[in-house]
């Protein structure tokens, strides 16, 4: 099979591996390995990391599609969506279990695990799907995983440049049943957005702080916060 002809077979697929390579060219795996060396070589097809290549050069496709089920989330889909200014050289990736970083196009992959892996959204694009987490699901993450987001002001930025839909919220924290997270979501949309989340929800006593790192002890007793 000519060159062309494999790149043409391989239009679409973001993500290929060795044996998807050797179903196009119904050939033994060795000649598949001499076949991908060659394009790899030529700058045709990359690398991403072991058995996995590319024809594309969008690291945040790529990213998203190394492993099922994963998706963009935290600071990069701030960045990706627009709700912050920052330049990152670092795609973080929301998945299940826990995977090596990878470096692709100058780009670190950063592959974070998280318990609830739900509510993200499917981009159709010329080069495949990127999968990227819904606003409700992003400010979910943002607020369990606050490192993830360089400080607590781009928490708060998230949740200012997010178009929120309260139902789907209410569902998404229901869904995600954690209860420091209810309180921390509820005060910030509340002080931020003007919506009321707290006749949804029944609290626990326990006062969590609403800044993992800050050290204030002013008590918010409607959403038991450390504020």
């Not at 826990?98 to 694009?125: A, D, P």
């Not at 800050?214 to 918010?220: F, I, R, V, Y």
């Amino acid at each position: 099979m000519k060159e062309k002809e494999i790149l043409k077979k391989l239009n679409g697929k973001s993500v290929f591996n060795i044996q998807e390579m050797q179903r196009i060219l119904d050939s033994s795996k060795e000649y598949t390995k001499i076949v991908l060396n060659r394009l790899v070589k030529r700058g045709e097809i990359k690398r991403i990391k072991r058995n996995a290549y590319t024809i594309y050069s969008d690291p945040y496709i790529i990213a998203t599609n190394l492993f099922y089920p994963s998706y963009l989330s935290f600071w990069s889909a701030s960045n990706y969506k627009g709700h912050t200014e920052q330049i990152l050289n670092t795609i973080q990736i929301a998945t299940n279990k826990r995977q090596k970083n990878i470096v692709f196009q100058n780009y670190k992959i950063e592959f974070i695990k998280i318990k609830n892996l739900f509510g993200y959204e499917k981009i159709k694009t010329e080069m495949g799907s990127l999968f990227v987490a819904e606003d409700e699901k992003l400010i979910i993450d943002a607020v369990e995983n606050q490192t993830k987001l360089g400080n607590f002001d781009e928490v708060k930025k998230v949740i200012e440049n997010s178009k929120i839909d309260k139902i789907k919220l209410i569902r998404f924290l229901k869904r995600n049943s954690n209860q420091s997270t209810i309180k921390r979501v509820g005060y910030l949309i509340e002080k931020i957005k003007k919506i009321d989340l707290s006749k949804e929800f029944e609290l626990d006593n326990n006062f969590v702080k609403l800044n993992k790192f800050s050290s204030t002890k002013k008590k918010n007793k409607k959403w038991r916060l450390l504020i």
